[in-house]
C-alpha cells in the first residue's frame, strides 16, 4: 500500500457497512429505518404488500452489495457473513447512538419500512414532502452501480428475486440540495446586533461594515529610526535634542536635523528620514551627513496612506480575528457590532452509553458528547455542556420545549426503531420539518426541523459517529454559518489519489488527507482507510472530507472537498492511516 491511495478491499478494511448508518449489508436489515420485513430466523411474517416491497428492496442492495464486493480483491471482510440473515435485526435503526448494540427483534410484516415511510405527520408544512424529483426519471428497477474499477460480470439476475419496490415518493433530499435548506433557514429571520468591547468579540462576527474612524497613520510618521532632516545637507543638529513616538507637533528649520524615533511624528517641512545606520554624525563640529543618496520623502509614512476616514476596511460578515482587532483598534474602534454566536443546546440520547470508563455488559462509551461541544464551538457557536437524556421520549419533549438556544443538537434516535423518538416528539410538539433525510452515506437519516415559527431550530444527528460528523456538515454547519452571519465554506476540488467506490444513489462523504505533488506533480487528497460510519480514526486524521458522487470517482478525478474547521495537530505517517 502506497501513502498516494488505496488499492481495493484496504479502503473498508476494519469490517463495517460501506454506505450505511448502522444498515448493515452484511446480514442487517438494509432498510433506510431499520425495521426488517422478517420475523426470527426461518419465518416471514404476513404476505402483504408492505412485506413484498420490504423484501423487494432488501433484494435491490443484495445485489449492489454484490456488485460492490467486486471492488479490488472482491473479498468480504473478516467475519461477515455475506448472505442475507431472515432473523433479527442486529443494531440499532439508522445506527443510532454510537453504533449501539442489539435491542431485540423487530417486528413481523415489514410495516413501517423506511424506505417507505409514508405521509409524515408533520411533513406537510414542509415545502419538499411533495414527490421526488427521482421519482419520475428513474426507472422502478435501478440497476446498482458499481464502482469505479469494477470488473464486470455475467452472472444473470436471480430469477427468484422479487421485483425490487418503486422508490418512495418521499425521499431523501440530495445533499446538495439539503445544505441549501440549511443555509436559507439559517440566514431566515432578522440578525440581532450586540456591540462587543475588542477583548469579548475574538471570533464574532462583524455585522456591519468596519469602517476607519480616522486616518492611518493619522499624522506623517517616521518608519525608522534615524534622523529627520529638513533641506539638503549637511545639517546641524542639537547633542540633546530627540523625537520619540508620541511626540508634539515641531518644525524643523532648513539645514537641521533632529533624531528621531520609529512610529513618532515626524516635524513639519521634515525633508526626509536618514537611517541610523546610513548617516554620519561629526561630534566635534555638530554635522550631519548621508552616505547615501537622499530621496525625498523616503522613510516617511505620509498621512493616510494605508486608509482615509470613512474608508471600509473589512465587510460584514468577517470573522474577528486577532489581526481585525489590532486594525479596529488601529482605527479608533473601542467596541465592534457583532452578530451574537448562536447558542446551541446537545442532547445524547441512548441508554446504552457511559460517560467514563471502558465499555462492559453491553455498554460503550459516548463517542459525541466529548466531541460535538469542541465542534460546534469551532463553527462559531456558544455550546452549553452536553445532556445525557437517554431513550425516553418524555424526557426529550421536556428538553425541547424548555430550550432557551437557538439551535438544539440531538445525537440518535432519529430513525424509525422502537426507541428513536426523535420524530415522535416532533410530530407531538408541531415542529416544522424541513429536511427528512439526506441521500447521503453515511448519514442518510439526519433531520433539521423548526420547533415553532420563532422557535429554535433542531439538527438531528444519527448516533454512529462519523454518521454524525456527515450531518454536522451537512446541515449544522450551513445553518450555523448563516445564523452567525459567517460566510458559506467556499467550495473548492482537488485530485483525488485512489478509485473511491460510491454509492448507487447517494454521495459519499469520505474523509481525506491532503498531500504534497511530488517530482512535479500537483497537489492532491488522498482517501483515509476507517471511513466506516461507527468509526472515528479516519476522520480524527482527516484535513477534510471528500464529496463523493453517486456511482463513485476514478483516481485523478477532481472531487469537492469539505474543510474541517482545524488541522490535523500531528503529521500523521501515511503507512498508519491510508
Known sequence: MTGDGLSGSDLFDGGDDLFGDGDDL?????????????????????????????????????????????????????????????????????????????????PTGGAGAADEPGPSPYAGSSPYAGPSPYTDSAPDNPAPAA??????????????????????????????????????????????????????????????????????????????????????????????????????????????????????????????????????????????????????????????????????????????TPAVLGLAAAAGYDALPAVPRPRVDVLVLGDELLASGLPHDGLIRDALGPMLAPWLRALGAEVSAPRRLGDDAEALRTALASSDADVIVTTGGTASGPVDHVHPVLAALGAELLVHGVAVRPGHPMLLARLSPDGPHLVGLPG???????????????????????????????????????????????????????AGGRDHVAPLRYNGPA??????????????????????????????????ATPWTEGCFT
Do not use: K
Open 147 to 320: 464502482a469505479p474499477g469494477s470488473p464486470p460480470t455475467d452472472e444473470p439476475a436471480s430469477a427468484s428475486a422479487p421485483a425490487p419496490a418503486p422508490r418512495s415518493p418521499v425521499m431523501d433530499l440530495p445533499w446538495e440540495r439539503a445544505r441549501a435548506v440549511a443555509a436559507r433557514a439559517g440566514r431566515g429571520g432578522p440578525r440581532a446586533v450586540v456591540r462587543l468591547a475588542l477583548d469579548r468579540a475574538l471570533g464574532h462576527v462583524l455585522a456591519e461594515p468596519l469602517g476607519a474612524l480616522t486616518d492611518l497613520p493619522p499624522f506623517d510618521t517616521s518608519a525608522m529610526d534615524g534622523w529627520a532632516v529638513a533641506g539638503p545637507g549637511p545639517w546641524t543638529y542639537d547633542e540633546g535634542a530627540g523625537l520619540l513616538a508620541g511626540g508634539r507637533d515641531a518644525r524643523l528649520p532648513d539645514g537641521t536635523a533632529v533624531r528621531i524615533a520609529t512610529g513618532a511624528r515626524t516635524p513639519a517641512d521634515t525633508t526626509a528620514v536618514i537611517r541610523s545606520e546610513h548617516a554620519h554624525a561629526d561630534a566635534a563640529r555638530r554635522l550631519l551627513s548621508t552616505r547615501r543618496p537622499l530621496v525625498t520623502g523616503q522613510d516617511i509614512r505620509p498621512r493616510g496612506q494605508e486608509c482615509r476616514t470613512g474608508d471600509q476596511l473589512v465587510p460584514a460578515g468577517t470573522v474577528v
Open 26 to 106: 452484511s446480514g442487517g436489515d438494509v432498510s433506510r429505518g431499520g425495521n426488517s420485513a422478517t420475523g426470527p430466523a426461518g419465518t416471514t411474517g404476513p404476505t402483504t404488500p408492505d412485506s413484498a416491497e420490504a423484501r423487494a428492496a432488501e433484494a435491490e442492495e443484495l445485489a449492489v452489495e454484490q456488485a460492490l464486493a467486486l471492488v479490488g480483491s472482491g473479498s468480504q471482510a473478516p467475519g461477515h457473513d455475506r448472505t442475507r440473515a431472515t432473523g433479527p435485526t442486529p443494531g440499532r435503526s439508522g445506527g443510532q447512538a454510537n453504533g449501539r448494540a442489539p435491542r431485540g427483534q423487530t
Open 464 to 518: 454512529n459517529p462519523l454518521a454524525a460528523v456527515s450531518g454536522l456538515l451537512t446541515l449544522a454547519e450551513p445553518l450555523l454559518a448563516g445564523l452567525a452571519g459567517r460566510p458559506a465554506q467556499d467550495a473548492y476540488r482537488a485530485l483525488v489519489h485512489a478509485d473511491v467506490p460510491g454509492h448507487p444513489h447517494d454521495t459519499r462523504l469520505v474523509p481525506v488527507v491532503h498531500r504534497a505533488g511530488r
Open 535 to 568: 468509526m472515528l480514526r479516519g476522520i480524527a486524521a482527516a484535513d477534510g472530507l471528500a464529496v463523493v458522487p453517486a456511482g463513485g470517482v476514478r483516481s485523478g478525478t477532481e472531487v469537492e472537498i469539505l474543510d474541517l474547521p482545524w488541522a490535523p
